[in-house]
């Protein structure tokens, strides 16, 4: 079931990010962070009828830019409706979500209580290997925030451009 799962979560965040990309203005080859508004505001297309399907072992990379907490539910919770079961001992997270914007204070220990149901949800889906979450530390510096200001699930890596471009470069499909 995982097998069949991953692609056609994949699949779906492609087609969305492809509409998302072409609507957007500006050269074709700028690259602009994916938001959750096209998750808050369009109607998601079925995974299953999402296509292309990338092969099996691919992996996304995003770029996400939220600044409500209601864009990063719209992400994290359309995520869970594609996830049907944890994956197995070994295998990777298919999406490394990267957060270098003013979204990473949702996470701060300092907020939790506030942001619950978002820390709570993203720990979940990393626990269960659906995501990976990245966090700028360039960014939490400027936030106020020191790296015991984060849960522990959350990778911390020094700038999330280069992070990014790093794994641009290691093969993850960029949204």
């Known amino acids: ?27 074709a080859e700028t690259l602009t962070p ?46 869970e409706d594609l996830a049907t079961a944890p994956r197995r001992t070994g295998e990777q997270a298919g999406i490394a979500l990267v957060l270098h914007g003013p979204e990473i204070d949702f996470f701060a220990i300092r907020n939790y209580g506030k942001y619950r149901d978002i820390v709570d949800l993203a720990a979940k889906l990393d626990a269960f290997r659906e995501i990976e979450v990245k966090v700028c530390q360039t960014m939490m510096r400027e936030l106020g925030l020191g790296s015991e200001d984060i849960p522990a699930f959350i990778e911390q890596i020094p700038y999330g451009p280069g992070e990014i471009e790093r794994l641009r470069q290691e093969g993850y499909l960029y949204f």
């Open 1 to 27: 079931m995982t097998r069949f799962l991953t692609p056609l979560l994949i699949a779906a965040l492609i087609v969305i990010s492809v509409a998302w990309y072409l609507r957007a203005s500006g050269p």
């Open 34 to 79: 994916l938001t959750a508004q096209v998750a808050a505001d369009s109607e998601l297309p079925s995974p299953a009828i999402a296509s292309p399907i990338p092969g099996a072992g691919e992996r996304a990379v995003y770029d996400l830019s939220v600044h409500t907490p209601e864009e990063m539910r719209a992400i994290l919770n359309r995520l």
